[in-house]
């Protein structure tokens, strides 16, 4: 189940970056993403990936 969850979140990701790409700045649900901040501490910020957050947190993959 932890491997599913963090699939769909790496997947959800993918998407949502490669859609809104830009050399000098990302943004993803009217949010910024900084290079310098690993995936789950740009979702954290995110208004977008509540849910996504809670999962992750939820399953205990926020170290993995």
């Keep these: 189940m932890k491997k599913v ?3 769909l979140f790496i997947a959800a990701i993918c998407i949502v970056s490669s859609n ?3 050399q000098d700045m990302t ?3 009217g949010e910024q993403m900084y290079k310098s901040m690993d995936i789950i501490d740009n979702a954290v ?7 996504l957050v809670a999962a992750v947190k939820a399953a205990g993959l926020v170290e993995t």
């Excluded at 910020?45 to 849910?51: L, P, R």
């Design 5 to 7: 969850i963090l699939a």
């Design 45 to 51: 910020n995110s208004k977008d990936h509540t849910t």
């Design 20 to 22: 809104s790409y830009s």
């Design 27 to 29: 943004m993803v649900g």
